[in-house]
């Protein structure tokens, strides 16, 4: 039964942490959200309906207690919140920040439809658990009674560390390979800072080594092990290697000096949040200070490489998308965060050539229109022959999103089966490839997808692994 703390949303508007001004964080990589205080968390918890069916938590990809934990918020019990929001996920504290809510949990909350603003539900996770590391109410990893089986996961992004926790609480050893020198995936090198705080990753990546997870950096599987060579150390193996391989765009210039993929771009700048020494960065390849800086691409991408120039010090940053606002893929959020940052956005707009005297110099723009609806529904741009423009462009960083690496050629395993995306073939049920014994999960399976996502299939695919790995102990039981 609802608690009459709850239900508050006619006499309580909707709030969201403030945003620091667009002058003061277009300076620093820190977060643009400030956090709730106390009392601002639980009002905000108590606007919750406390619905019978809640659509928050149907559309929210880990089916979080939703309902629950916002009443035990704005009860006070914000430790029983965090155990209850803490079942569920791995990380709610990282979903609160980078989860696209409005198109989740807060896009489908019944208050939002009835016209009050949806409940800050994304905001209230963030500080439950942001609470939670404070106060010291989270547990180490406690790792099970030792089932002698060792387990290798490839890839220690958001699926590749959810599988890993699991697995190790169920008492397997795990050991996690990347080739990466830091563990954490797109979380650490692709999500900029001011989306995403270093330091908020790194604590979840330090308690899972506390716990006895092996970590391998700096180990690329394919260069420093073949598949198979990993197959014969471990009883099961997970692939969660995620998607890399960046879509070009086919015009003329596009390899000139200047022209440069996006990853390239965010990996350099997280990696200077960290302190490190990039070559690329500090000889100024990689950096847009001063620069014209032209990205192109409207996915989240292409919204964190703007919003990292302008926090470079860019003279200029121009975002050109072929379709328009309404139609492009990454958040509005997003796009609002930038504009309020100054970022000029050149919607119905493609690149036709770049031009360059070894470095690009200029972008020359096709206009677009939007056409008949595709097959799946989407209104295809299509080039506008009355729209044709020059784009000043001392940077050109291209964001048009990823596909799978070939993994078969590249593991040396031509009998891992892949769609004909390049995703790995999966079981739906079991989530194993066509080898036996190897699992996979994350964009790897899904091709470009959420974190929150790649943490549901982390979720599920360790079940599936620990079910096979006991029936595997039991027939080796049994031969013996
Ligand atoms: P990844 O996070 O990609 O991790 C895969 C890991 O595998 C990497 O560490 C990689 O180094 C390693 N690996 C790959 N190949 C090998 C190999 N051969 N040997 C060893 N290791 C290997 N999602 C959101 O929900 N919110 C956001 O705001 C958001 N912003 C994003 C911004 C950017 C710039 C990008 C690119 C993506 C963003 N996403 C966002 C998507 C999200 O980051 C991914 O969906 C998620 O990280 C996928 O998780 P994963 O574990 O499958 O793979
Ligand atoms: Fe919403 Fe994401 Fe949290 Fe689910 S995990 S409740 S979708 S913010
Ligand atoms: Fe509360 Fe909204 Fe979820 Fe209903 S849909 S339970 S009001 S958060």
């Known amino acids: 039964m609802a608690s009459d703390r709850m239900l508050q949303f006619v006499e309580r508007e909707q709030s969201y942490p403030d945003k620091r001004s667009a002058e003061q964080r277009a300076h620093d990589f820190r977060e643009i959200a400030e956090r709730y205080a106390a009392p601002d968390a639980d009002a905000q918890a108590a606007r919750c309906s406390q619905c019978g069916v809640p659509y928050c938590s149907v559309h929210c990809p880990l089916h979080n207690h939703i309902p629950d934990w916002l009443r035990l918020t704005a009860e006070g019990r914000l430790r029983e919140a965090y155990e209850l929001s803490n079942a569920t996920s791995t990380m709610p504290e990282i979903c609160g920040r980078i989860c696209p809510q409005d198109r989740l949990c807060e896009g489908n909350c019944v208050i939002e439809f009835s016209g009050h603003g949806a409940v800050t539900i994304g905001s209230v996770e963030k500080y439950i658990t942001d609470t939670a590391w404070a106060e010291g109410w989270v547990e180490p990893l406690h790792p099970g009674a030792a089932t002698g089986q060792s387990v290798g996961i490839i890839g220690a992004g958001p699926a590749g560390l959810t599988a890993a926790e699991y697995l190790r609480a169920a008492g397997h050893e795990v050991h996690v390979y990347d080739r990466h020198d830091r563990a954490g995936g ?44 990993l197959r014969q150390k471990h009883d099961a193996i997970l692939i969660a290697t995620g998607v890399y391989k960046a879509r070009e765009i086919k ?26 020494a990039v070559p690329a960065f500090d000889d100024g390849r990689l950096d847009a200070r001063d620069k014209h800086v032209v990205v192109i691409g409207g996915g989240d991408t292409a919204m964190d490489c703007v919003r990292t120039a302008v926090r470079q010090g860019a003279k200029s940053v121009k975002c ?39 470095h690009v110099k200029e972008v020359a723009v096709a206009g677009m229109r939007l056409g008949a609806p595709d097959a ?17 462009a001392d940077m050109v960083i291209k964001a048009l999103g990823f596909d799978p690496e070939e993994l078969p050629h ?31 999960a994350g964009d790897i399976v899904r091709g470009a997808s959420l974190v929150v996502w790649g943490i549901r299939d982390g979720r599920d695919v360790s079940d599936q692994m620990a079910k096979w790995l006991k029936a595997k102990a039991k027939s080796e039981k049994k031969a013996a």
């Not at 799946?376 to 000043?392: H, N």
């Open 251 to 276: 015009v003329p210039g596009n390899t000139a000096d200047g022209v440069i993929a996006a990853l390239d771009y965010l990996i350099a700048s997280n990696r200077k949040s960290f302190g490190d």
């Open 376 to 392: 799946s529904g989407r209104r295809s741009p299509e080039a506008d022959p009355g729209r044709q423009f020059d784009v000043p």
């Open 320 to 358: 050109l998308y072929r379709r328009d606002r309404e139609n492009m893929p990454g958040s509005q959020r997003e796009v609002t965060n930038a504009e309020e940052e100054g970022v000029e956005f050149v919607w119905l707009s493609a690149p036709e050539s770049f031009t360059a005297d070894k």
């Open 186 to 229: 797109l979380l650490t090198y692709g999500i900029p800072g001011f989306k995403l705080e270093k330091d908020v990753v790194m604590r979840r990546i330090d308690r899972l080594v506390a716990g006895g997870i092996h970590f391998h950096l700096g180990f690329a599987v394919g260069e420093d092990a073949t598949l198979d060579a």
């Open 410 to 440: 590249l593991f040396g395993s031509p009998d891992l089966s892949v769609t004909r995306w390049g995703t790995l073939r999966v079981d739906h049920q079991t989530m194993m490839t066509s080898l036996p014994g190897v699992f996979a």
